[in-house]
């Protein structure tokens, strides 16, 4: 009886051990591999939970980040490291990455930027700005900061970037802010940098700001911010070079896209031009600002830019040059084809007196320089101004060539199409006709397009894998 007794004991206790070795077994980390393109793959990789981080969206985890960084920061020349944010929501403040180096978003990861201003450095004015632009001098840091870094990648699987950006867009409305809110990535005297495929929304002010750097993808981001919010630009490359832009949609209250060199006497000093950027395959919603923006400050010079396959739905313009007496500075060579807008106020829009400066030291004989901007294959529908050219007295825009352009005028239209002044140019095959400034060419011609490659064009990315442990 009690041997009996002693074999079912016996055999329950296996039974119940069975029983738990498959349910630890269960709860063992599955690896859930992906593949993601980059400019470089990392030797090393680790997991932003190895570093003491809670994704429970309330728990700071700055010093995590922080941490992570600076460890996997010793692997640089070792290969490169990766960190890898898995699922959750993870609060962090202002972080700075380093060199050979990626952030990897998994695609149910969420960084959320904090409120808590005390997490959030200060940084000196830009040298080509000379102040903050919401405020005198200094400027918050970025949500992702980094300077004086050399092959960076932040990237995923459309993971989510949220600046939760309502505290300072209140705090701007209601002027109380003493230095210029934060932008969600910023990297600075930078070269070879890739930022794609995330979902970046609310951000504080601008989103993606790379400033005097050079060999920059950007691809694959959808931006969203209110359209009501101003300032909320969605890619500003500014003073950089050798920059591709490309499968991007954007949902803005500013410019989708602004490109860039300092502002008035700073921008000049420092003579950092943008140039050989091309921009392709945007989709931009923007009802108070341009599809695309060159200036206002320019005062460094902005040069070879070439728009293509632009889609422009519900915005105040497409392709908009703003710049100003005092600007010094030039755009130039810019070629821009295949664009299709919808609802538009402006199809074609250039201001020569854009009046904000930094302060009163502008040279008020700084004129910029605008010339050889062509456009050409456009088609707009539902427009209220075909364009609106005015140029700078004594300094007229010029070299400008329109062609093969077909404009449908929404109901209520208003009656002068073409208002241009202090511009010089060329149109072919444009409907409606323009200004006489722009006289139709008795022959065809078809605006200027380069048909030679960038540099940035011809960097092919590579096959890289990230392992993400889940429960």
């Not at 997490?119 to 080509?128: G, M, Q």
Request: glycine share 8%; net charge negative.
């Amino acid at each position: 009886m009690v041997s009996s007794k002693f074999h079912v004991a016996s055999a329950i206790i296996v039974v119940l051990g069975l029983l738990f070795l498959t349910a630890a077994e269960c709860r063992k980390p599955i690896s859930n591999t992906v593949k993601y393109s980059a400019i470089n793959c990392r030797k090393h990789s680790a997991l932003l939970t190895d570093f003491g981080a809670v994704g429970d969206g309330e728990t700071s985890n700055t010093k995590a980040f922080k941490e992570a960084v600076g460890h996997l920061s010793q692997l640089a020349y070792d290969g490169g490291a990766q960190l890898i944010v898995p699922p959750g929501r993870w609060l962090t403040g202002s972080f700075n990455l380093t060199s050979h180096f990626t952030l990897f978003l998994h695609k149910d990861a969420v960084i959320l930027a904090t409120q808590d201003e005390s997490e959030w450095p200060h940084l000196p004015a830009l040298p080509s700005y000379g102040k903050g632009r919401d405020g005198p001098g200094e400027r918050f840091s970025s949500l992702i900061f980094g300077t004086n870094l050399t092959d960076v990648v932040i990237t995923g699987h459309n993971g989510t970037i949220d600046g939760q950006g309502a505290y300072w867009w209140v705090k701007f409305k209601q002027g109380l802010l003493n230095s210029t809110r934060p932008y969600v990535i910023e990297l600075m005297y930078s070269d070879q940098i890739q930022i794609s495929n995330l979902t970046l929304v609310n951000s504080p002010s601008w989103f993606v700001h790379p400033i005097y750097s050079s060999n920059i993808t950007i691809q694959g981001l959808t931006i969203l911010a209110p359209i009501e919010v101003p300032n909320t630009d969605g890619i500003n490359p500014d003073s950089c070079s050798q920059i591709r832009i490309e499968d991007c949609y954007i949902v803005s209250g500013d410019d989708c896209i602004a490109v860039k060199s300092g502002f008035d006497e700073y921008g000049i000093k420092v003579g950092i031009p943008t140039e050989h950027l091309v921009i392709r395959r945007l989709t931009c919603i923007s009802p108070s600002s341009a599809t695309i923006a060159l200036g206002s400050e320019m005062s460094g010079g902005i040069r070879d830019v070439r728009g293509e396959d632009i889609t422009a739905i519900d915005a105040e313009s497409s392709v908009r040059i703003k710049t100003a007496v005092g600007r010094g500075g030039y755009v130039k060579d810019i070629y821009v084809r295949r664009m299709t807008l919808k609802t538009m106020k402006y199809v074609f829009w250039m201001t020569g007196s854009y009046g904000s400066h930094p302060d009163p030291g502008f040279d008020p004989k700084a004129l910029p320089e605008i010339t050889n901007i062509n456009y050409k294959q456009v088609v707009a529908e539902n427009v209220t101004i075909s364009a609106r050219l005015d140029g700078i007295h004594d300094d007229p825009f010029k070299g400008i060539c329109i062609s093969n352009v077909t404009i449908t005028l929404a109901e209520k239209a208003k009656k002068l199409q073409w208002n241009c002044t202090d511009v010089e140019g060329i149109t072919s095959n444009v409907t409606p006709k323009a200004c006489d400034l722009l006289p139709e060419q008795k022959e065809a011609v078809d605006c200027a397009f380069p048909e030679d490659r960038l540099a940035i064009e011809d960097v092919e990315l590579v096959t890289c894998s990230a392992s993400t442990p889940f429960f």
